[in-house]
């Protein structure tokens, strides 16, 4: 289970939650996302027949790929899985500048067969080569059949009429031997296409993600008849490898880190020569032995992945791209604008023509696929980019609407889609509240002290509440007032841990010195990160502390500093959801993620949602009404105002005064 981490944003001042305002909300989801105008489904799309113009919202990343192809250089796209990188790369292979394409042939070498020779031809031209290479060399061996044939049946003859038949037949099986090993010379000089690019129409595109060695770099295959005649020429074993068939076009490699240091060291000595012998990768290998001339391989390079794959890259890899080509950081949402939103609309038109199985989306379907990119997003005001997630959507909605047997996809089918597009994580959460409501490991009702529940969200958007429980027990040792949490922390939870420390000194009305205090992350096997419980933190050991009970019928979320401000956090949407999923009556957020809240309208009366700015707006929302909640915000109010009364006020002056 994952905490998010705290998204720092500027945030404009948020109106608080009223009627009004969740009228407006509902009235602009009932209204239509766009103006459809004649458009009456997604057929009346036209889709685009170049890739690159159908890559959705990474405009500046397009006009970088684009100034890239111009010049032939490499590129590093660097984002999130799903965001379109792949996409971008075969875009990129169908605008490079034409060329003509060679067609790449390897003969053998008579002056030493470990060293086949390399010939390049227009494209096209290498199989007619070897076809009439391989017709010339034909004839020949018929005709050597034929005279064989006719020897050994004129020895059989002779045999049979001097009665000396077993010496005849002797005699035609020297014969047969002999023909065996000769071989005409054309036969032997008979060339290997090694490349073949007579049906491009573009520059060719290879995608080596996760090749292996011999499948990129080209690889000479083991011949374990290497004597006696029955050999296979060198020439003939030879392979060429993803390098050489992306000569002049683009070779895409996704999560170069990955790959072995050795390779990429390797691969990057083609780049620099811009060709590469071909050899065998085991060592164990007759192949081992041959090593044609060089290759071409004059290729752009198209590497991506995350940002963790940049440490497992090679340095000097990285630099030739850096120094030669563009480093480019792919967004992950585009903001929600009409234009953004016609976009999309492209989008689901293009998802239907690729798949071919599923049936157009009717304008209400099409308002449901936008308001879902919104949700998806995390922000009230952009759509999500991870259009890989989106699609897979539009697929399964297609495939409901199939089963009701629907000629068009609708809102309905989109909405029931949901349920069965939920990802892993989304069922392990799902699960994960029915258990623990089974066996009521979260209380949706009554008081409890040091027991609160927080919300996490597990993957990208799969809510889940997380109960955390805190005991203060006397200290039984010089070196009081430790935190101590268990749960499987990581490494920015454990220092949130140790930060509401100074809030509880400044805020408790008792010695904490003298406390030993427990923090429990209860049942998360999966590990805790990030800093967005942190105010649940504080509230359950405010509550251990002071021996105050907290209602149980709420849920809150939130970063808190050190000076006790609420701060805001991710998945804010998927959050609420899982605690009305859980029977939660009220939910406690960050006022800064007001705008970022998109849940789904079944939840809407399932759940009130608070906004809190600060420590104390929680205390006051969250814990039990009694009297020693009263005293301990009346000493938290006083506690504030002493701190504000210290501030100068600012001396104001009138310029124009003589």
């Not at 017709?135 to 050994?152: D, L, P, R, V, Y």
């Not at 419980?533 to 050190?562: C, K, R, Y």
Request: charged content about 25%; hydrophobic content about 40%.
């Amino acid at each position: 289970m994952k905490l998010d981490e705290v998204e720092l944003t500027e945030d404009s001042p948020q109106e608080e939650v009223s009627q009004p305002k969740e009228e407006e909300n509902k009235n602009e989801e009932t209204q239509p996302m766009l103006d459809y105008d004649n458009i009456k489904s997604s057929q009346d799309i036209e889709v685009p027949p170049l890739l690159i113009d159908q890559v959705i919202g990474h405009e500046e990343s397009i006009e970088t790929i684009k100034k890239a192809a111009k010049q032939r250089r490499n590129v590093l796209l660097i984002g999130d899985p799903g965001v379109g990188k792949s996409m971008l790369a075969k875009g990129m292979a169908q605008i490079l500048p034409h060329e003509t394409l060679k067609d790449v042939l390897v003969y053998p070498n008579m002056e030493d067969n470990n060293h086949p020779l390399i010939r390049t031809v227009p494209a096209g031209e290498g199989k007619k080569i070897v076809k009439a290479t391989k017709g010339s060399a034909k004839g020949h061996e018929e005709k050597k059949t034929i005279i064989t044939m006719f020897a050994i049946g004129g020895v059989l003859v002779i045999g049979f009429m001097y009665g000396r038949l077993l010496e005849s037949i002797i005699a035609a099986a020297l014969i047969l031997l002999i023909s065996i090993q000769i071989k005409p010379k054309n036969a032997n000089m008979s060339p290997k296409l090694l490349v073949n690019n007579e049906d491009s129409r573009f520059a060719p595109f290879m995608d080596a993600t996760g090749a292996h060695a011999g499948a990129l770099l080209g690889d000479v295959r083991h011949d374990p008849y290497q004597s006696g005649g029955l050999g296979t020429p060198a020439h003939e074993r030879v392979e060429a490898g993803m390098i050489h068939k992306a000569n002049r076009g683009v070779l895409y490699i996704d999560e170069i880190g990955t790959m072995s240091m050795k390779t990429q060291q390797e691969l990057l000595s083609a780049m620099q020569e811009k060709q590469y012998s071909i050899t065998g990768q085991s060592e164990n290998s007759s192949g081992a032995m041959v090593r044609s001339q060089s290759v071409p391989c004059d290729f752009v390079l198209v590497a991506s992945g995350n940002l963790q794959v940049l440490e497992g890259m090679h340095i000097a890899m990285r630099s030739r791209i850096r120094g030669y080509g563009y480093e480019v950081f792919m967004k992950d949402y585009m903001e929600d604008t009409t234009e953004n939103r016609e976009k999309l609309v492209q989008f689901v038109a293009q998802e239907v023509k690729n798949d071919g199985r599923i049936p157009h989306f009717g304008t209400d379907a099409l308002d449901e696929i936008i308001m879902e990119a919104k949700r998806r997003s995390g922000k009230q005001n952009a759509l999500t980019l991870k259009l890989r997630e989106l699609g897979g959507l539009v697929r399964s909605a297609g495939d409901v609407a199939i089963e009701n047997g629907a000629d068009l996809v609708t809102a309905e089918h989109v909405l029931e889609a949901k349920r069965y597009a939920r990802t892993l994580e989304q069922q392990i959460a799902d699960r994960s509240i029915m258990q623990r409501k089974d066996y009521s490991m979260v209380s949706a009702e009554g008081g409890r002290v040091g027991l609160i529940n927080g919300l996490a969200v597990i993957g990208d958007r799969s809510g889940i509440v997380s109960p955390i429980a805190a005991e203060a027990a006397p200290t039984q040792s010089k070196t009081g007032g430790q935190i101590i949490a268990t749960g499987k922390l990581g490494e920015i939870a454990s220092e949130s841990v140790h930060n509401v420390s100074a809030l509880i000194k400044k805020y408790s009305n008792k010695d904490i010195s003298n406390y030993d205090i427990h923090v429990q992350f209860i049942q998360t096997y999966d590990g805790v990160e990030g800093d967005s419980a942190s105010v649940t933190i504080a509230t359950a050991v405010i509550s251990a502390i002071e021996e105050i009970p907290i209602d149980q019928t709420v849920a809150l979320t939130g970063s808190l500093n050190v000076r006790g401000d609420v701060m805001p956090i991710g998945g804010a949407t998927a959050k609420i959801e899982a605690a009305a999923e859980a029977g939660m009556k009220k939910v406690l957020i960050p006022k800064s993620n007001l705008k970022d809240v998109m849940i789904e309208k079944k939840y809407e009366d399932m759940i009130e949602i608070i906004p809190t700015e600060t420590l104390s707006d929680v205390l006051e929302n969250i814990l039990v009404d009694c009297s020693d909640k009263d005293n301990l915000l009346a000493k938290m109010k006083d506690s504030t105002s002493k701190i504000t009364d210290k501030i100068p006020k600012p001396v104001i002056t009138n310029p124009t005064a003589n």
